[in-house]
């Protein structure tokens, strides 16, 4: 699948954003990571190595689904909660 | 608000069943879910079994939102590219009492939540539990929100959170959480015209189909499914998350990989992308679970770690809400008798252990293990196929070879030891026999 069908893909869902990001990933922690779990696991591909080797996220197309911290494997890299009551991800035909 | 005796966090399954018996009980009950409804935050595979809600919910197939009664189960183990199958159909499954059923869980949780705000709970939707108010001796009285009115205190406070169930981790009930007991689910709902998913799957009415599927996820333990919906298919996998961490494949790759299995295609051809979702599953089962209660609080379902994951099954939604119903019964009585502490909290514990939901647990205690492992996983698809594409291969002028043979052959040539094919069967069959 590429990068383009994928943001496709993603605007299936339905997000209601919340002004504030719900996870916060502190991008000097990931500037040292080599493996970078989460870059492919994120089911929403919301990870972006960038080219002077940090890593870039938004939160705004996430599915709360809690991959992302478990498999980082640096502490203090990823600070994760539920968006504010009603606002994030919404399914409807799953 | 007065404080109510009971507070649910989660209108999932789980939380739903418990806010109903709590309230039919006579309790004062709250169930707080942080989506704009019950259900939308919520994505399963997916086949309900709500055998369990017969008490409950008399002739709940009669009410339920579902799409279509499952009368069609089929195990595929796949390699690159062949398909064996085991297809079993039924129509006892297509009629009352019914079995299994596809449904969207925005449907069916926002379903089953109704029938709690008609026993009286309030149900306050829009609402994310931020965390546990405790007494001094650490007691839990109450949960804090993100709410105006903030706080909110109960006698017990009952955590049907779900898979990632901070409030159980807050409350210090699990040792620890680890990547290694989770999959993650990721799945593309598909839209086909009705009469197409009829033809295709050979079914009619509101008859549909199960299909589980080995062997389809690249070098990820895992599996993959395919559900019929009345005018959509659902197809996904279920990825170990470690496994899938330490490789290069993407999870949308991975669905399209299998999407394009010969097996696979002319089932879903044409089908329009209707929602891509993804969630986690707790994999792991007893190697995972927390304790169950503590001082005016207990877990049930997915927070729980209940859901069972054993290969050919993948129920969640019936023992979420099994114990849902089970804590919710634990809290009428211990309100009752006026001790909420983790003693008087000790019949949930019981209740558990004596019905499906600790008992399966146990019984397959090996199964999700075994179903994970690298010889399932890998090596025993291949040799499978490989079996039936010589048995049914017609090899003239060769004489057919003798079964006996070929089974050694095929052994070998897929690098599976006699010694772990015994030890693998002895397994599967102590957990599932
Ligand atoms: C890919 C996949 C396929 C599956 N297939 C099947 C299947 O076919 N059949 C089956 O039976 N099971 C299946 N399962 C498992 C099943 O989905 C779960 O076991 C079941 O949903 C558990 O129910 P629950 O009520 O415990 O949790 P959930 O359904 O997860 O509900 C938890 C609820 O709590 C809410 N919540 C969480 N945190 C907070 C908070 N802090 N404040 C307020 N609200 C909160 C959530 O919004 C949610 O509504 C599958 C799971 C996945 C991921
Ligand atoms: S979030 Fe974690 S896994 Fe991802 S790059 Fe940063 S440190 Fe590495
Ligand atoms: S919670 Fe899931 S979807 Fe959201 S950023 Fe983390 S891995 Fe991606």
Redesign the pocket.
């Known amino acids: 699948m590429t990068a383009m069908n994928f943001m496709e893909t993603m605007e299936t869902a339905e997000f209601r954003v919340h002004p504030d990001a719900h996870i916060v990933v502190d991008g000097s922690v990931c500037t040292d990571c080599t493996t970078r779990e989460c870059v492919v696991a994120c089911p929403a591909n919301l990870f972006v190595p960038t080219a002077d080797g940090g890593v870039l996220f938004n939160y705004e197309q996430c599915f709360e689904c809690g991959t992302c911290y478990l498999v980082c494997t640096q502490a203090g890299a990823i600070t994760w909660n ?1 968006p504010a ?1 009603g606002h994030g991800v919404v399914f409807h035909r799953t | 608000m007065s404080d109510p005796d009971v507070i649910v ?7 739903s069943c418990a806010a109903i018996v709590a309230a039919r009980a006579g309790l004062s009950v709250v169930l ?4 704009p409804f ?12 709500p055998r369990i809600l017969d008490d409950l919910i008399p002739n709940w197939w009669e009410e339920a939102p579902i799409q279509r009664w499952v009368t069609r189960r089929a195990t595929m183990l796949l390699t690159e590219t062949q398909a064996l199958t085991v297809d079993f159909r039924t129509e006892a499954w297509g009629k009352a009492p019914y079995n299994g059923a596809t449904a969207y ?1 925005p449907d069916f ?1 926002a379903w089953l939540a109704g029938y709690a705000e008609a026993a009286g709970a309030q149900v306050l939707t829009s ?4 965390g546990l108010l405790r007494d001094d001796k650490g007691a839990v009285v109450g949960v804090t ?1 993100d709410r105006p009115d903030g706080d909110l205190r109960a006698r017990v406070v009952i955590a ?5 169930s ?2 159980a981790k807050e409350a210090g009930l699990y040792e620890h959480t680890d990547a290694k007991h989770f999959t993650l ?3 593309e709902t598909l839209a086909l015209p009705k009469e197409v998913i009829d033809e295709r799957f050979g079914v009619r009415g509101r008859e549909g189909v199960d299909i589980e599927i080995v062997g389809c996820t690249g070098g990820i333990n895992g599996g993959g ?1 395919v ?1 019929t919906n009345l005018d959509t298919v659902a197809v ?1 996998v ?1 990825l170990k998350l470690t496994k899938l961490a330490a490789q290069a494949t993407r999870p949308e790759q991975i669905i399209a990989n299998l999407k394009g299995h010969p097996a696979i295609a002319p089932l879903i051809e044409g089908g329009e992308m209707k929602e891509y979702s993804a ?3 707790p994999e792991a089962g007893l190697r995972m679970m927390p304790k169950m209660t503590t001082d005016g609080m207990m877990v ?4 729980a770690a ?2 069972l994951a054993a290969g050919i099954w ?7 809400m099994a114990s ?1 119903m089970y804590a919710g019964e634990t809290a009428v009585e211990a309100v009752r008798v006026n001790d909420v502490s983790a003693k008087g909290l000790v019949g949930y514990q019981r209740r558990l252990s004596n019905t499906f939901v600790l008992k399966d647990h146990r019984k397959l205690r090996r199964a999700p293990e075994l179903v994970l492992s690298d010889r399932v996983q890998h090596l025993y698809p291949q040799m499978m196929a490989n079996i039936a594409e010589r048995m049914f291969r017609v090899d003239n002028p060769e004489p057919k070879p003798g079964l006996r043979r070929i089974l050694r052959q095929e052994r070998k040539r897929a690098g599976v030891r006699r010694r772990h094919l015994w030890r693998d069967a002895f397994t599967g069959f102590r957990s599932y026999g």
Request: with cysteine; hydrophobic share 35%; proline share 3%.
């Open positions: 539920y009551g | 966090v989660g209108g999932g399954p789980a939380g707080l879910e942080r989506g019950p259900g939308s935050k919520n994505m399963y595979g997916g086949v309900v079994y869980r949780d609402t994310t539990v931020t929100t049907c959170d779900g898979v990632n901070f409030l689910g990721v799945k499914f559900y996904g279920v969630h986690l599953i049930a379902g997915d927070a209940l859901c993948l129920e969640g939604v019936n023992f979420a849902g």
